[in-house]
């Protein structure tokens, strides 16, 4: 069974959904988003700001010191700041991997034509995409996926091109395709973690033509995966 309780929440949910925080050697309690750190861990599901709400009132500490049964530890103020950018880098370099492994489309045109030709499987764009740039790729996305007049669309990442550049070692990277279903799924977990731990007020908006305004990440089926995708 794959299944971890959160903390604070006591909800039971997949550990590939939860962040797990870890006891360093010091006592400190640290973010361990790739689950890797020995020792005992506790795992939390909730969002930044009901996290940081529970270390106002001293619920986390609480619920810590449970999880590993008295002993001494301490929680740094800035945890929901470290937690973020963990989680941020690791769906980075998930994105990274991806593109070294040749998954990853970078370039109008070139995700475009994937698009139509229903090889797309996920469609990103960096937060100063222009609106319609990014609206000519969803469409593209849905008469080749035989979804059109659907609200198939792509994710908007709370990143600019120049976060999202650095990350790919590209130049200018506006808009990313994943064309492997699998692919698209690993970098769709590590994003949906993330835009659900940072919250609806921290994530980028989406582009001008979404009338609904910011929202969390929303996941649709794909049928030309044969596994789910994420469209917003």
Request: a positive charge; charged letters at 25%.
């Amino acid at each position: 069974m794959n299944d971890r309780t959160c903390i604070l929440s006591r909800e039971s949910s997949p550990r590939e959904g939860l962040i797990r925080l870890a006891l360093s050697p010091d006592g400190e309690i640290a973010p361990d988003v790739r689950a890797k750190a020995p020792g005992r861990g506790a795992w939390i599901g909730v969002t930044r700001a009901e996290l940081e709400t529970a270390i106002a009132k001293g619920k986390l500490r609480g619920a810590l010191a449970r999880a590993f049964k008295g002993e001494k530890l301490t929680v740094p103020d800035d945890l929901p700041v470290r937690i973020a950018q963990q989680l941020e880098r690791h769906a980075l370099d998930r994105l990274g991997l991806e593109a070294k492994a040749g998954h990853l489309l970078i370039g109008a045109e070139r995700i475009e034509t994937a698009a139509r030709s229903g090889q797309l499987h996920l469609l990103l764009h960096a937060s100063d995409a222009r609106p319609d740039g990014a609206a000519k790729l969803a469409q593209a996305w849905r008469v080749g996926s035989d979804r059109e007049g659907t609200d198939l669309k792509g994710l908007v990442l709370p990143v600019t091109r120049t976060t999202l550049s650095v990350a790919l070692g590209r130049e200018n990277v506006v808009h990313a395709g994943l064309t492997d279903a699998q692919a698209a799924r690993r970098v769709r977990d590590a994003l949906t973690r993330w835009l659900h731990f940072i919250g609806p007020e921290r994530a980028a908006e989406p582009c001008a033509d979404d009338a609904r305004g910011p929202s969390a990440p929303e996941i649709t089926a794909d049928p030309t995966a044969g596994s789910a995708s994420t469209g917003i």
